[in-house]
Each structure stands twice: as structure tokens, then as C-alpha cells.
């Protein structure tokens, strides 16, 4: 069976699909001239096939997990913890353009910085001929900000065929999340201590309000009681809930 469930209407009627099933699970969206396919790898690693180019988000855990998948045209890198970011499996995949912080920048190889380009908190330029934003990701609950401080990780927002995608990274549910509009795909992080709650989470969507949702980066937090909160809500966002963990038992 598929690893994914959407919830928007009916929360009661919400199951896990079972099985063991490829982290590659497609998920697809139309966007002006085709399509962005969205495999969820792990935790918060993704691949994301557009029209431009496939670009993969903060790949880790060897390039075994990529085998079956298009190799990367680039890749973003949000921050440098290890989840986030792994050198053996960067110089395992074929080499292409990066976008990174600058904590990641200064922690890689000589000849991986010569194709990383440093992007800041409110930066914008392009990848792939896409537009690329980097919001901030940061902590804001005091007993939390040494993990993500503000000013050094990043969030991206694209905009590929006319649809902006956010990678949210590491964060809380920070002002600069509220601000956002016109998200078309939201990929929001909630697990405790180092991101959100879903109450959080769930409030962000209400401020920001995206077309769609994925949990990611979520660990054992309870998707179904923030799948109800965004309904409750009244934001109208479609919460998707993708396999992440493919290594769980199920």
C-alpha cells in the first residue's frame, strides 16, 4: 500500500498505511510546465523532481538510499547538524551546484565549496533557473534556542512553475513563518526539543495558511492530533502524511 494519507476532512476516518514500502513514495504536484515530484527519503531528506531539474534537500545516510532516483542538478543544504548534513554521502553523489548556510560552507572540503554558494537569512537568487529564497529557521522557546540560534540556519522557499514550495529546516513557528504567503507546498518540522509541537505547527499553518502540508522531521509526534488541529483551525490546508521513517518497524 502507499506510505502516504491525506487528511483534510475527516479526521476520524485517518489510518497509517501498513507495509514496508520505498522511501521514493511519489507524491505530484502540476505546476506551469509539468510537474514537481516529491520522494520523501528520510526524516528530512528529500528528492524533488521538477521541470528545471531534480534538486535534492539535505541528503545523508549514504548515497545507497538515492540508488534508485535521478541524480541531483543541485542540492540545498539547510544546516550542519547530522541530520542535516553528511560529507561522505555528499562526495558519494554526483557532484552538482549547492546552496548552503555558511556554517555548512565552512565545514566543507576545499573542492565542495568551490560549487557551494552561501545564502543567508533573506536572501534570494536562483537555482536552476527557479527562485530560491532563504528564510530564517530558528529556535524561539528559550530552553530550545541553543540548538537552531537565530541568524545561522536556513528555510527555503522555490518557486517552480509559478507554485512556491517552503523546506521550512529546523524551526519553531517564528514570525517570519507567519509571514509567508502564497505557499503553494509546505514541508513543516515538528519534534521536541529541537523543532516544534504540533500545537505549534499547527498554529503556523493557521497564521501562513499553505494550499498543502507535510508533517516531515516529526519523529514519534502525533500527526493525527495535528491533522485536527488544522482542521479545527478552518485554514482549508490538505495535510499529507508521507513515509519518513522507512526503516520503522511498521
Do not use: C, K
Not at 545564502?119 to 534556542?145: F, H, K, Q, V, W
Not at 522531521?217 to 502524511?241: K, N, P, Q, W, Y
Request: hydrophobic share 45%; charged share 20%; net charge negative.
Amino acid at each position: 500500500m502507499p506510505q502516504f494519507r491525506t487528511l483534510s476532512a475527516s479526521v476520524a476516518a485517518l489510518a497509517l498505511a501498513a507495509g514496508a514500502a520505498a522511501a521514493q513514495e511519489a507524491h505530484r504536484h502540476a505546476v506551469e510546465g509539468g510537474e514537481v515530484v516529491i520522494h520523501p527519503i528520510q526524516h528530512a531528506s528529500m528528492v524533488l523532481e521538477t521541470p528545471a531539474g531534480v534538486i535534492y534537500v539535505d541528503p545523508v545516510e549514504g548515497a545507497d538510499r538515492y540508488a534508485d532516483l535521478p541524480a541531483p542538478d543541485a542540492i540545498l543544504l539547510t544546516h550542519e547538524h547530522g541530520d542535516h548534513f553528511d560529507t561522505d554521502t555528499l562526495n558519494d553523489l554526483a557532484e552538482a551546484p549547492m546552496i548552503v548556510n555558511q556554517a555548512v560552507f565552512d565545514q566543507l572540503p576545499e573542492e565542495m565549496q568551490a560549487r557551494a554558494t552561501v545564502m543567508a537569512n533573506g536572501d534570494s537568487g536562483d537555482i536552476l533557473g527557479a527562485e530560491i529564497e532563504a528564510i530564517p529557521a530558528y529556535n524561539t522557546t528559550e530552553d530550545r534556542l541553543q540548538f537552531h540560534p537565530e541568524g545561522r540556519d536556513n528555510g527555503y522557499v522555490l518557486t517552480v512553475g509559478g507554485m512556491r514550495f517552503l523546506i521550512a529546516g529546523d524551526t519553531e513557528d517564528t514570525p517570519e513563518l507567519r509571514a509567508l504567503t502564497d505557499i503553494h507546498v509546505a514541508f513543516l518540522p515538528m519534534n521536541l526539543p529541537y523543532t516544534m509541537t504540533v500545537e505549534q505547527a499547527a498554529e503556523a499553518v493557521a497564521a501562513f495558511q499553505p494550499d498543502i502540508v507535510y508533517p516531515y522531521h516529526f519523529g514519534d509526534s502525533d500527526l493525527e492530533e495535528f491533522a485536527r488541529l488544522v482542521e479545527a483551525s478552518g485554514a482549508g490546508t490538505e495535510v499529507v502524511i508521507a513515509e519518513w521513517y522507512p526503516d520503522a518497524d511498521s
